[in-house]
């Protein structure tokens, strides 16, 4: 869509007056935004045109959800608002959970913790965290410290709620004292004492949305697509940049790094800090190569760049 629309806009406008149109297009599945310099342009000339596209392939716009906006308005995208705020001298796009966003997922924790009003406080807190740490997470690469701090808010008030249910006739120093208690630095942490498997005690505590970290993502290049053999590289790139923080990713790293002798698969030298690695699909994902570890090994940065160039087969170094 992207491609073809630029190409009609260069012929339309010529392609130096279509650079200034601004036009630009961000599509995930169905959902797309097409940006442009003018309301005008977008309802006389951008709309008419994806319609048509999209009429072509058996498709049309949803009526309930198109419509031409100002940026300084905002719109509301992927579970995301974008909006440009105004400043002294000028102006900053910021992007943060959509409300809509922020009030459903507060309305699924509100369910959650409403149905198991008679659940012990371990088991609420196995339900809770996993839902806190995959929006947490899903929302870390935009400005969402905000939004972390309001649900931490609102989820403490709905958990004291729960446990006042619980204890209808116990004061609120004794409730406060039963199911929080100060962690580090932190107070106020909605946390238990358990029994591991190996019978040792241990502290489960509630999943803290305020400790996420911000991480913004970086930007993916246009012409990226990740079904094409010549971007696999790229994409592998992509893949590692993102996992790299991951506790999982470092104990796949470790497991590679220690099957390989800490050497590199094609050269057959060592690897460190200095020489970097990279992490290769012997069988490429586009051409349906899975993440298990019998797939993948870990090249130098240039080796890994000469077996794409030249089209180099890479084999499974045998563990010692």
């Given at each position: 869509?992207?491609?073809?629309?630029h190409?009609?806009?260069?012929?339309?406008?010529g392609?130096?007056?279509?650079l200034?149109?601004?036009?630009?297009?961000?599509?995930?599945?169905?959902?797309?935004?097409?940006?442009?310099?003018?309301?005008?342009?977008?309802?006389?000339?951008?709309?008419?045109?994806?319609?048509s596209?999209?009429?072509?392939r058996?498709?049309?716009?949803?009526?309930?959800?198109?419509?031409?906006?100002?940026?300084?308005?905002?719109?509301?995208?992927?579970?995301?608002?974008?909006?440009?705020?105004?400043?002294?001298?000028?102006?900053?796009?910021l992007?943060?959970?959509?409300?809509?966003?922020?009030?459903?997922?507060?309305?699924?924790?509100?369910?959650?913790?409403?149905?198991?009003?008679?659940?012990?406080?371990?088991?609420?807190?196995?339900?809770?965290?996993?839902?806190?740490?995959?929006?947490?997470?899903?929302?870390?690469?935009?400005?969402?410290?905000?939004?972390?701090?309001?649900?931490?808010?609102?989820?403490?008030?709905?958990?004291?709620?729960?446990?006042?249910?619980?204890?209808?006739?116990?004061?609120?120093?004794?409730?406060?004292?039963?199911?929080?208690?100060?962690?580090?630095?932190?107070?106020?942490?909605?946390a238990?004492?358990?029994?591991?498997?190996?019978?040792?005690?241990?502290?489960?505590?509630?999943?803290?949305?305020?400790?996420?970290?911000?991480?913004?993502?970086?930007?993916i290049?246009?012409?990226?697509?990740?079904?094409?053999?010549?971007?696999?590289?790229?994409?592998?790139?992509?893949?590692?940049?993102?996992?790299?923080?991951?506790?999982?990713?470092?104990?796949?790293?470790?497991?590679?790094?220690?099957?390989?002798?800490?050497?590199?698969?094609?050269c057959?030298?060592?690897?460190?800090?200095?020489t970097?690695?990279?992490?290769?699909?012997?069988?490429?994902?586009?051409?349906?190569?899975?993440?298990?570890?019998?797939?993948?090994?870990?090249?130098?940065?240039?080796?890994?760049?000469?077996?794409?160039?030249?089209?180099?087969?890479?084999?499974?170094?045998?563990?010692?």
């Amino acid at each position: 869509m992207e491609t073809e629309l630029h190409q009609y806009l260069g012929k339309k406008f010529g392609i130096t007056k279509a650079l200034k149109l601004k036009v630009a297009v961000v599509r995930y599945a169905d959902d797309f935004v097409v940006t442009g310099a003018s309301q005008e342009l977008l309802e006389t000339e951008i709309k008419p045109w994806i319609e048509s596209f999209l009429a072509t392939r058996g498709l049309r716009l949803s009526a309930a959800k198109t419509k031409v906006i100002h940026i300084t308005e905002g719109f509301d995208f992927l579970g995301w608002n974008f909006r440009k705020y105004a400043r002294k001298k000028s102006e900053i796009l910021l992007i943060k959970p959509s409300k809509k966003n922020v009030k459903a997922f507060y309305e699924k924790l509100r369910n959650i913790i409403n149905d198991n009003l008679g659940a012990k406080q371990e088991d609420l807190i196995r339900l809770l965290n996993p839902m806190l740490r995959g929006w947490s997470q899903y929302h870390s690469p935009v400005v969402a410290k905000e939004a972390f701090s309001r649900m931490e808010s609102l989820l403490f008030w709905r958990l004291m709620r729960w446990a006042k249910r619980r204890h209808p006739m116990k004061s609120g120093n004794w409730i406060r004292q039963k199911y929080w208690r100060s962690v580090g630095n932190r107070g106020w942490v909605f946390a238990t004492d358990v029994t591991n498997k190996d019978g040792r005690k241990d502290v489960m505590e509630l999943y803290s949305l305020a400790s996420t970290p911000i991480v913004y993502c970086k930007k993916i290049k246009g012409e990226y697509n990740p079904y094409d053999p010549e971007c696999e590289m790229y994409g592998e790139t992509l893949r590692q940049e993102r996992m790299v923080k991951s506790m999982r990713y470092r104990k796949e790293w470790v497991k590679l790094y220690v099957d390989q002798r800490g050497l590199c698969a094609i050269c057959g030298t060592e690897m460190d800090l200095d020489t970097g690695w990279h992490n290769h699909h012997i069988e490429y994902r586009v051409n349906g190569g899975s993440d298990v570890l019998g797939n993948r090994v870990l090249l130098h940065p240039n080796c890994h760049a000469q077996v794409h160039s030249l089209a180099l087969k890479v084999v499974k170094p045998v563990p010692v």
